[in-house]
């Protein structure tokens, strides 16, 4: 149960395709989108429901509870995975009162942990009840991991702390392209228009190396959460387009023509992250990257090694770091590249997060 058929889809098809063909019937509950006819070619029984994740009325919340109990005695299933806040307090909390073992998966501490105001309280109240009733209790770095612990949220005994949500290394490998030809210098970030994501950051650093005269171009893509309250603005983004500071290539079904095209991947998230899948898809690539020392994120780079990390919420040492590397040879940011996508295959491959799906699966369904 997740809170959209597209993240389902663009996270967890490789796990779902795996336990498809293991003989498992996958029934995927999110909000209807257009990725749910993918989902469903795949052979997967999807089932819309109502769910507003960014609504902060309980009675709605008790209403999307009552749903998912309704729907969890209706198909019985033998085991559920939650992902993402809401899935993961109602959800468990509706599997267990089915009687159903699950594992809530935290794929970041998200907004919600980001000031320590009344919505931060409220969500770490409802998360210490609801993860007693989920069997284990999966986290995408540490530092998410030890939050819940140091908060006495989760005991350390449900805890597992997974590489990521995983990435298929044979699908996002290394494209021959012409990126290395007499081209302006091309640095890309790819997110949900997010300010927490950095994104101003980015722009702020490309006025900055501007400045310098360098002849640089700065492409993002990504789409908008117009009811997210950290949303950027359209009118923000028109402005950076006419100001010649970025352009803005919209949402892509496919990073990987972009990723091809470009000389560097740049993130300078200060968000509650997880581990960020745009980073391992550029370094699959054999992208360097430039990311934040930010949770989540820094576990993806290799300072010097892989790219460079720079300091959150500064836009100079950002531009700092995009300095260095468009001065880089050719044959050093190819050697950045290369270890790059070295670590995402050693550390984050998705054969990884499906082994410990069908660890956690043969060991409690019946035979």
Same mark, same amino acid.
């Given at each position: ?50 769910? #507003? ?19 969890? %005695? ?50 770490? &109240? ?103 309250? #950290? ?10 387009? &006419?100001? %010649? ?17 470009? #000389? ?20 699959? +690539? ?6 934040? +020392? ?27 770091? +995009? ?13 950045? %590249? ?28 019946? #035979?």
């Amino acid at each position: 149960m997740s809170n959209s058929a597209w993240s389902v889809y663009n996270f967890r098809l490789d796990v779902i395709n795996n336990l498809l063909a293991q003989g498992y019937d996958v029934i995927v509950l999110a909000p209807d989108d257009p990725y749910s006819d993918l989902l469903r070619e795949n052979g997967c029984r999807f089932v819309p429901i109502s769910f #507003d994740n960014k609504t902060k009325n309980p009675f709605r919340d008790f209403l999307f509870y009552r749903q998912l109990k309704k729907l969890y %005695g209706q198909f019985k299933p033998d085991f559920v995975f939650h992902y993402v806040a809401k899935p993961n307090i109602y959800g468990s909390l509706a599997a267990a009162a089915n009687g159903i073992p699950s594992v809530a998966v935290v794929t970041g501490l998200g907004y919600a942990f980001a000031r320590r105001n009344w919505l931060y309280r409220v969500v770490r &109240k409802l998360y210490k009840v609801s993860l007693r009733k989920a069997k284990e209790v999966w986290f995408l770095n540490n530092e998410d991991a030890r939050v819940f612990i140091d908060e006495k949220i989760v005991n350390i005994e449900k805890v597992k702390v997974l590489p990521g949500e995983g990435i298929n290394t044979a699908y996002f490998a290394p494209i021959k392209s012409n990126r290395h030809a007499d081209h302006s210098f091309t640095f890309l970030m790819s997110t949900r228009l997010l300010k927490s994501k950095g994104v101003g950051l980015y722009v702020d650093a490309a006025r900055i190396l501007k400045k310098k005269n360098y002849d640089v171009r700065f492409e993002l893509i990504g789409f908008f959460e117009n009811h997210h309250p #950290d949303s950027i603005a359209q009118e923000d983004l028109s402005r950076w387009e &006419k100001e %010649g500071l970025i352009h803005y290539g919209g949402f892509a079904e496919d990073v990987r023509p972009w990723l091809a095209k470009a #000389d560097c991947f740049v993130f300078p998230s200060f968000y509650n992250e997880g581990i960020p899948r745009c980073l391992m898809e550029a370094a699959a +690539m054999e992208l360097p990257v430039i990311t934040s +020392m930010n949770r989540g994120c820094k576990e993806v780079v290799l300072n010097n090694s892989t790219g460079y990390i720079c300091n959150r919420h500064d836009p100079f040492d950002l531009a700092d770091k +995009m300095e260095r590397m468009i001065n880089l040879s050719l044959d050093e940011r190819a050697r950045m %590249g290369k270890n790059g996508r070295s670590l995402v295959v050693r550390k984050f491959n998705i054969t990884n997060v499906i082994d410990e799906y069908t660890d956690t699966l043969q060991g409690d369904l019946p #035979d």
